[in-house]
């Protein structure tokens, strides 16, 4: 204890010190309870029981305070003047912007400036950028620290904690931030821009924005002027590191090609805070007149086009502080009603209309799948019918073959023994001759059917070699006869009628050679007779 108590005489602790270099590193120069309020905001709700706020605001911004002590001990911080009120200011040092870069993750390029002199004449400017950051963080207390607080003290800070949420975190803030019109951005040249604070808070759909904060001190034209440098420096073009050139903005910050649907310069908040001279609402309606070729947008059906524009957007701190980015105390120009942030910088009717037009693409999409997919069905019925239709049925049941049975059969292919018959009728028809045929090899060849052996018999059954007919079963069976005692037929190969007629035929010729033989002339046969003409010439 006694070392840590050496080194930091303050007593501070190391996420005191990180707040610190967190809130001077984005801001550059800032007062104990600015960095109070955005680094520790349950303090805020803590030392209710104190009489005045001046010694509330010294109760709570104590700790911060004695980091500041031992910062400055450490060269990290110094004191740099007071404010108009008699705050005293901090920044911080080449070193502590160093310390800072590595708190912020930032590259030490990327820090700017350590903001020497900007209290020696009351920093009013940079009291309402800082007041203007605070009221877009809109920092939530850790409730957790609050447990052993009185029941008021966390219903205050329970109520902080339910109010809309503010945007990005101390590490989405930058300020001072120059927009070189010429040069680099490490040297920039004459002409360009210098944003107060440029916001890049994707996770809160803000990718990036730029804020303007005016005392109320410019006038119109000269706010015109620097919206004009701000035009010059988004439509520079830089070569990028592939070689292409790109708008030099987008080689250090990342934004969508397209904002809310448009291709669109990124936007730019005007903040104002009324404690000048001029009235802002008499300079928002002069400044928008001067700026109106860079805002204004073509109509579409339904909406308006942004190509190529700038979303410019106008507030007041005073709104800003009460409602926050998500109340509707932003005005864009060429609108005539207040809008929450994330709606201003975007554009709303286009978003409506292209999610209509997705819808009603989905829409068409589907119906077009739907009628594809009965379109399908309906086909793959009409070919279920065909091919039922051209389904084989058994012809001994009567039945419809399977899938597996029609496949099988190859209908035309003799590969299948059976291919009319069914699975089951198949296995019984096969069965059968099986049954037979056994029968048939135990039985012998006596016990064919009576049909086989008829057709066997016909086919041995002989056949007449004159006129060629079958022969009868009795000439058959005499053609047959064999044995002792029996002579054989003369003539085998004739029928019985043609047998008949040969004899007749010789009976007739020898009748007529014996009339020869006593005188009596015999007539004579004509050509074409029967075979036993041969015997009369």
């Not at 440029?198 to 006038?219: G, K, S, W």
């Not at 190529?308 to 800003?320: E, M, S, W």
């Not at 207040?338 to 999610?355: C, H, K, S, T, Y």
Request: proline share 7%; with cysteine.
């Amino acid at each position: 204890m006694a070392g840590k108590r050496k080194t930091n005489p303050a007593g501070s602790t190391n996420n005191l010190r990180g707040d610190v270099l967190s809130v001077l590193g984005a801001l550059k120069v800032a007062t104990a309870d600015q960095i109070q309020r955005i680094g520790a905001p349950h303090l805020s709700f803590r030392h209710t029981d104190k009489k005045t706020p001046s010694e509330q605001k010294t109760a709570r911004t104590a700790s911060h305070t004695g980091a500041l002590s031992d910062m400055r001990k450490h060269g990290l911080v110094e004191n740099g003047g007071s404010t108009t009120t008699g705050e005293r200011l901090r920044n911080l040092t080449p070193k502590g912007l160093e310390a800072a870069s590595y708190e912020l993750r930032r590259p030490v390029t990327e820090m700017g400036s350590t903001a020497r002199g900007a209290g020696s004449s009351g920093a009013s400017h940079p009291m309402a950028v800082n007041e203007t950051v605070i009221a877009m963080l809109r920092p939530k207390p850790n409730m957790a620290k609050l447990a052993d607080d009185p029941a008021d003290v966390r219903a205050a800070a329970q109520a902080a904690v339910d109010a809309p949420a503010g945007i990005g975190t101390i590490a989405s803030y930058w300020t001072e931030v120059p927009l070189p019109a010429t040069g680099t951005w490490n040297a920039p040249g004459k002409g360009g821009a210098q944003a107060d604070i440029v916001l890049t808070a994707p996770q809160d759909n803000v990718p990036l924005l730029f804020i303007e904060v005016d005392n109320c001190h410019e006038t119109a034209e000269e706010l015109a002027a620097k919206l004009e440098k701000y035009a010059r420096f988004f439509r520079r073009k830089v070569k990028d590191t592939d070689g292409r050139e790109r708008p030099m903005w987008r080689t250090r910050w990342t934004a969508p090609d397209t904002w809310s649907g448009d291709a669109t310069h990124p936007p730019i908040l005007l903040v104002f805070n009324r404690i000048g001279e001029r009235n802002p609402n008499r300079t928002v309606p002069r400044l928008r007149e001067l700026t109106r070729h860079l805002w204004q947008g073509e109509p579409e059906k339904g909406f308006h086009v942004y190509d190529g524009k700038i979303p410019i957007i106008a507030t007041g701190l005073k709104h800003l502080r009460a409602h926050g980015p998500a109340g509707p105390v932003f005005l864009r120009f060429g609108r005539t009603h207040m809008q929450p942030l994330r709606e201003a910088i975007g554009n709303p009717r286009r978003e409506a209309a292209n999610a209509r037009a997705r819808q009603e693409a989905k829409a068409r999409q589907e119906k077009y799948q739907a009628q594809m997919r009965q379109a399908a069905q309906e086909q793959a019925a009409k070919k279920a019918a065909e091919r039922e239709a051209r389904r084989p049925s058994c012809t001994g049941c009567g039945r419809r073959f399977s899938d597996e049975r029609w496949q099988a059969t190859d209908w035309g292919s003799p590969k299948d023994t059976h291919p009319h018959l069914c699975d089951d009728c198949k296995r019984t028809a096969i069965a059968t001759e099986g049954q037979a045929a056994g029968e048939q090899e135990h039985q012998g060849p006596a016990r064919r059917e009576p049909q086989q052996q008829h057709v066997q018999r016909e086919a041995g059954r002989p056949r007449c070699t004159d006129c060629g007919a079958p022969f009868t079963d009795e000439r058959w069976k005499a053609i047959r006869r064999v044995g002792s005692g029996v002579t054989p037929e003369p003539r085998p190969s004739l029928c019985e009628d043609c047998d008949q007629r040969f004899l007749t035929d010789i009976a007739h010729a020898w009748g007529q050679h014996r009339h020869q033989e006593h005188g009596q002339a015999v007539p004579e046969q004509k050509a074409g007779g029967t075979w036993l003409s041969r015997f009369r010439r």
